[in-house]
Nanobody, 125 residues
Framework: QVQLVESGGGLVQAGGSLRLSCAASGRTFSPYVAGWFRQAPGKERESIARIIWSNGNAYYADSVKGRFTMSRDNDKSTMYLQMNSLKPEDTAVYYC??????????????????WGQGTKVTVSS
């Protein structure tokens, strides 16, 4: 069993920055992909960033590309999401998640095995 614990959310003004962290604990942590999702009120949970754990290659949704950067520290079993130039439309609950299988969708929330508890990000205008 893997536990994911997030931190770093909060309230920030538009144009500001936040850094989210997601630390994994439990059995040996070696997912195929780790990702960040977000869910705004009344909307579906969406994938915004993901990283192939073995090689560190990261991929982003168009809505955050150029503003958000995902990284991981393999030694610490921790992933990060640096969020810059935040906009009010980035307001949501942010979740980290991991997936073990390389054969299923990397952006489908239903295909992910473990989830963090969520951390709220509010961007004021």
């Amino acid at each position: 069993q893997v536990q994911l614990v997030e931190s770093g959310g909060g309230l920030v003004q538009a144009g500001g920055s936040l850094r989210l962290s997601c630390a994994a604990s439990g059995r040996t942590f070696s997912p195929y992909v780790a990702g960040w999702f977000r869910q705004a009120p009344g909307k579906e949970r969406e994938s915004i960033a993901r990283i192939i754990w073995s090689n560190g290659n990261a991929y982003y949704a168009d809505s955050v590309k150029g503003r958000f950067t995902m990284s991981r520290d393999n030694d610490k079993s921790t992933m990060y999401l640096q969020m810059n130039s935040l906009k009010p439309e980035d307001t949501a609950v942010y979740y980290c998640a991991t997936k073990s299988s390389p054969y299923t969708s990397n952006i489908d929330p239903g295909r992910h095995d473990y989830w963090g508890q969520g951390t709220k990000v509010t961007v004021s205008s």
